[in-house]
């Protein structure tokens, strides 16, 4: 069975500083996803990494996938106070839609 | 471009009762994936429809089911209702083609009394 762990599962970090996100999964898929949820919403995709060594970047965040380790990273630059979220990575397969995601990430950053 | 649409957004239900609840893909998307969002549990995937066929079902008991029309909206539907059963049930679409992204919409959030 599929399991996919992330950590830390709070962080609370200052505004302008690094910090990042781990995802890890148990077995060989085919790609991951990175999502953001802000209280009350839906998830709002971020990222998806479908190869080993991808990387993608958008504005103060960037992803990463090492399909041999299983892991993927996401990491904040220099982090403001909009990026307080929870995030999740999730994992599938091809050939369906099922994912199985992390147990996300609270992220406050404090001015 | 018109998001993915649930409805009704939210609800109250008593235990022992039943719901349906409704999800409009974004329009060409052909697949649509059901999700139940709780605290203790997390996100989990509930079942998968593609072209009005089930293709991919998650560990729920059989209270859960779903279906999906040839306009690829779909419903999901819970009979006899458990306070468990509370969440934030949300809906995602995706264009035939894996890999892509997922777009989920704005979810209905489910109280059983």
């Known amino acids: 069975e599929l399991k996919v762990e992330q950590n830390p599962l709070f962080l609370s970090m200052q505004e302008g500083k690094n910090y990042t996100i781990y995802c890890n999964y148990s077995?060989?898929?085919?790609?991951l996803y990175w999502y953001r949820q802000d209280p009350g919403k839906s998830l709002e995709s971020l990222f998806v990494?479908?190869?080993?060594?991808a990387v993608k970047q958008e504005g103060r965040l960037m992803a990463s996938l090492d399909t041999k380790a299983r892991l993927s990273t996401l990491h904040i630059t220099a982090a403001v106070h909009d990026l307080s979220a929870t995030y999740f990575c999730a994992v599938g397969n091809f050939g369906n839609e099922k994912l199985t995601f992390g147990t996300g990430t609270r992220l406050t950053i404090i001015p | 471009k018109a998001g993915v649409t649930q409805t009704p957004r939210y609800l109250i239900k008593t235990r022992g009762q039943q719901v349906t609840l409704s999800c409009s893909p974004i329009s060409g998307h052909r697949s649509v994936s059901w999700y139940q969002q709780t605290p203790g549990q997390g996100l989990q995937f509930l079942f998968e429809?593609?072209?009005?066929?089930?293709?991919n079902k998650g560990n729920f008991p059989g209270r859960f089911s779903g279906r999906q029309f040839s306009n690829s909206r779909s419903e999901m539907n819970v009979s006899t209702l458990e306070l468990g059963d509370s969440a934030l049930y949300l809906c995602a679409s995706s264009l035939e083609a894996a890999p892509g992204e997922l777009f989920f919409g704005e979810g209905s959030r489910l109280t059983v009394l």
């Open positions: 077995t060989t898929s085919d790609r």
């Open positions: 429809y593609f072209s009005e066929t089930q293709r």
């Open positions: 990494l479908l190869s080993n060594g």
